[in-house]
């Protein structure tokens, strides 16, 4: 399950019903699925082929569906992360910057952990969601947000698209960034 940290104060929220109460105050999306569903051989494995990754599309098969019908998505595909991704430190660094999409970003973690820095409203301003296998999120469009991994370097989630268009990173830098 998801965890919060206000980069400001340092206050961090957990539980499911804290963690879905703030998010939604946030305009953030926040969902979550049976990460157990997925086969016990790539629970554990970042490093993919292109049959593990359409053995997790399937896996996920109704799931995505069911939110792409929802809210308009028309494509799909599967990001992994990890030691073994070359340049990784590269990627990173680029991921790292604050920055804007005219499309949301929705990620559906199936394994391994990963960061998304995201800013609230102006009281609350960035806050840090922590996300573990299961947990999905919707960055809304135009709000500032960048993602990172955590410590042990390791994700695959699915990404859901609207059209290409929207993907594209919009870097800037807010001096509210803390
Ligand atoms: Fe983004």
Redo the contacts with the bound molecule.
Sequence with gaps: MAEIRIRKTDERIAGEANVRAFLERQNVLYEHWDASKLPMELRNKFSLTDEDKSKILSTFETEINDLAGRRGYRTWDIIALSESTPNLDELLKKFEQV???TED?VRAITAGRGIFIIKGDDETGYFDVELEAGDVIS?PESQP???TLMENRQIVAVRLFIEPAGWV?QPFDDPAFV
């Design positions: 920055h804007t999409h970003e960055v947000h960048f993602f990173a």
